[in-house]
């Protein structure tokens, strides 16, 4: 293969430059403007929210969301430990303490079972992260939380376009959050969003990305608060990759129903999508059966100019979080995984190739 293929690049062909032109012609640049506010209530419509507010990225939507729910020192908030770190750091960043759980082989997402195992008098939240673009099971999860009298969090940075029955992911929950960094979905460059069914939740979360500053007395500020907003640039770029996302859905889907057909009589396992769901491939993922064979396929892949992605390192073996129990799923998951390149306008002929390169290496 004589190009570089990345794992995602995103396509940037719609609206983009004239928004962004049109911020600099205004020179609306900054956190004012009228795309944060048109970016807010189109995601809102797109997901079916009651309230959206936007800010600076996936990680500061979640610590945004958790400070807004109350939640800080003495409260657990459980969490898969196979997410991105910031899942955890947020939590830990309240104050709160990260109670891990393990996860399900069928879908890689949290184990309703375990969850209810890690419930103590302490327990105030649960994290459900959809992770990799297919979703947790909401039913269940909903249901736990409701008998235990616990929030529900959703972290949704790779699930744009995630749905659980009839409803987009990220509805669920008391809070949710989402990621628009340059290899999500959808991007601003960088982004987030937090979403919430409570008004009182809504408008703290608003207050406290503003320095906590009175929304009718400028310069007066009543609580601690972030600098956590969105910048017009980032939702006029916003803006015009939601008005793309289904076509961006559509290839993504595509590309992945491309990978599975080919791959499908390799010693493999895709995270293919389940009954009930509707998988956004964020990232078309796979696990091997053998994980010695692993980074020798990602080295191969990179020999010939083929980035992936290994899967997540589970947070419970990390320094800070270290944990002497075994999670053996998300484990599991993790040693084996890897991402392949998906991005809207890949082609079909790289996505041959790149199977082409897979079975190659399979049959060495």
Not at 88 to 109: C, E, K, M, Y
Not at 324 to 332: G, L, T
Request: net charge negative.
């Amino acid at each position: 293969m004589n190009m570089r293929v990345p794992v995602y690049t995103p396509s940037l062909r719609g609206n983009e430059k004239r928004y962004v032109m049109e911020c600099l012609d205004t020179t609306w640049i900054s956190s004012k403007g009228p795309f944060v506010t048109r970016f807010e209530d189109a995601f809102a419509q797109y997901i079916g929210a009651e309230y959206c507010t936007s800010v600076s990225n996936g990680t500061t939507a979640l610590h945004l969301g958790l400070v807004a729910l109350g939640l800080g020192p003495g409260d657990e908030v459980i969490v898969p430990t196979l997410t991105y770190i910031a899942s955890v750091n947020t939590i830990a960043q309240t104050g709160a303490t990260p109670v891990f759980v393990d996860s399900l082989r069928s879908t890689w997402q949290l184990n309703p079972e375990d969850v209810i195992r890690k419930i103590t008098p302490r327990t105030r939240a649960v994290m459900a992260v959809h992770l990799y673009g297919h979703s947790c099971h909401m039913a269940a999860i909903a249901d736990i939380c409701h008998a235990h009298d616990l929030l529900l969090i959703e972290d949704c940075a790779e699930a744009v376009g995630t749905r659980f029955g009839d409803k987009h992911v990220g509805t669920f929950g008391d809070v949710a959050t989402f990621s628009f960094f340059g290899n999500k979905t959808i991007t601003t460059g960088e982004g987030g969003m937090v979403v919430s069914r409570s008004d009182k939740v809504h408008g703290l979360a608003k207050h406290l990305k503003s320095q906590g500053m009175s929304a009718d007395r400028p310069y007066w500020h009543d609580m601690p608060g972030f600098n956590y907003r969105m910048t017009n640039i980032c939702a006029a770029i916003g803006l015009a990759q939601l008005e793309q996302v289904d076509i961006f859905l559509a290839r993504k889907r595509e590309l992945a129903m491309r990978y599975q057909e080919q791959l499908s009589q390799l010693p493999l396992t895709f995270q293919s999508e389940t009954v009930g769901t509707r998988h956004s491939f964020w990232m078309c993922s796979i696990v091997l059966d053998d994980a010695e064979q692993r980074d020798p396929l990602r080295r191969h892949l990179a020999a010939l100019g083929i980035e992936t992605r290994p899967v997540f390192y589970p947070a419970h073996i990390m320094p800070m979080y270290r944990e002497e129990r075994e999670y053996p799923v998300a484990e599991w998951i993790s040693a084996h995984g890897i991402s392949l390149p998906s991005w809207p306008e890949m082609p079909a002929a790289v996505t041959d190739e790149i199977c082409e390169s897979i079975r190659k290496f399979f049959r060495a």
